[in-house]
């Protein structure tokens, strides 16, 4: 056992910023001497005096021989890896060098179709060749779970040649699948799991959570220790563990996708924030579910509002309250017409959990859309993760207070009352363009990521892009789930649903044309 009290790289850190010298090295402020002084009226001079490079002392993230490899070792052992590296570009690097490190050119990987768009930049990378699952699908909610082990099963036996299995866990809502079920099926095979375990990185420190990817049996992990932690934003960590993952494989693609000149401040975050957890993790998410069952509680009994919720008996979503479908409050949970799918499907016995830090709000029942609800509270001082057609999505972590909670509560109060007011209030016919689009999914692309990426392309307008083979990735974000992505062809429920994410108020990122007049197609 390792002394988690430590933070070796933190400490080198402060010894290094501290010390009187004369600096003739990169970063050009010197220590902050050469900032702006409009930056530091904002985050202060302190800041600046730890933005060091690789100093001696300070090691090397490339080849760490000093603090960072024991950083990363007191690392691994509080996150149950055998092996962790840290990361400075993000979970997005660590996306993309699992998918180098396992797949080249041509390869089979096998991975849902609602993964983020840092996967389909590791498919363009590594020229791998995407073998697509969709995910369960509750067209009522319009949200998109996790995939399911019968279908990787079905995949796998249909490409028993691919190198490799993505999976999200958990989804951007928070809902967990059966990953112990999914990495038992992948090692029959012999093949790796690799597990976008972005939002999950708080997992490991408290027994009401979800048991964590590699607990779980996965054998490559990636966590954003930003996203629900106490690292600084861009700061995660990559996780492996057995020995399906070839670890100098890793090592090098993580050489081509990290900067060469990273952030200390970035690792040292990481250290802090593993520390703290490693010592306090249980205390704080303890914490951090109480804040979470208070807000789910008080919102689901405000009238017009429901809240995604998951049996806890962690085996099948709960059968839903009748009143909460027609948004009179209460506790939305699955679907009849997602059970009477999933049963046509063989589905039944499929486990999904819930993260509770999690909390999605369904609007829709106000006459609202996800959009307008994330206006209307931002104005009241309330800021969402996301927004989406019908619902919102909230982060609760550990630096989220009771006062955070009540003012949460307090917006939502706000907001049902001035929609009962309303008499101008529409019924909202939202139509389940999402369900259009997966269930005309084919999984199937006509060419390669990398291929169309690098094809010579064309413009076209919107409407005589149909059926041709687009060469950009469009991707509402957050969250980050590419509808369209180079290689694919483009449909007409995938061009509706754009549409209809603009027309409500949405985001579309990676598109030449973010009025979606026009879109990018492989030239013929």
Sequence with gaps: MLNQNQTPLLDALRANAARPHAAFYTPGHKGGKGISPRLTDLVGEAVFRADLTELSGLDNLFAPEGVIQQAQQLAAEAFGAVQTWFLVNGSTCGIEAAILATCGMGDKIILPRNVHSSAIAGLILSGAMPIFVNPEYDPILDIAHSITPASVQSAIEQHPDAKAVMIVYPTYYGVCGDVEAIARITHQYNIPLLVDEAHGAHFAFHPQLPITALAAGADLSVQSIHKTLGAMTQASMLHVQGDRININRVTKALQLVQSTSPSYIL??????????????????????????????????????????????????????????????????????????????????????????????????????????????????????????????????????????????????????????????????????????????????????????????????????????????????????????????????????????????????????????????????
């Design 267 to 524: 690792l040292a975050s990481l250290d802090a924030a593993r520390q703290q957890m490693a010592l306090h993790g249980k205390e704080l998410m303890s914490r951090t579910l109480q804040l979470a069952d208070e807000a789910r509680t008080r919102i689901s009994q405000i009238p017009g509002l429901s809240v995604l919720e998951i049996s806890p008996s962690s085996t099948n979503l709960t059968p839903p309250n009748p009143p909460s479908l027609l948004g009179k409050g209460g506790i939305l949970s699955l679907s009849p017409l997602f059970e009477t799918l999933r049963e046509r499907r063989g589905g039944v016995g499929e486990r999904f959990i819930l993260d509770k830090t999690r909390l999605t709000v369904t609007v829709s029942g106000l006459g609202l859309t996800g959009f307008e609800a994330e206006e209307i509270l931002d104005q009241l001082g309330i800021t969402a993760e996301f927004a989406s057609l019908q619902h919102l999505t909230f982060i609760i972590s550990l630096g989220n207070t009771a006062e955070d909670i009540q003012q949460l509560v307090q917006g939502f109060m706000t907001l049902a009352k001035m929609m009962s007011v309303n008499k101008n209030k529409k019924d909202l016919k939202l139509p389940k363009l999402v369900w259009d689009y997966f269930i005309s999914v084919d999984n199937s692309a006509r060419m390669s990521p990398r291929e169309a990426f690098f094809a010579e392309n064309e413009t076209l307008p919107i409407e005589e892009s149909r059926e041709r083979i687009c060469a950009e990735i469009l991707c509402p974000y957050p969250p980050g789930i590419p509808v369209l992505m180079s290689g694919e062809i483009i449909t007409a429920n995938a061009i509706a649903y754009l549409q209809q994410i603009l027309a409500m108020g949405g985001i579309i990122n990676g598109c030449a044309d973010s009025s979606l007049k026009s879109l990018k197609v492989v030239k013929q």
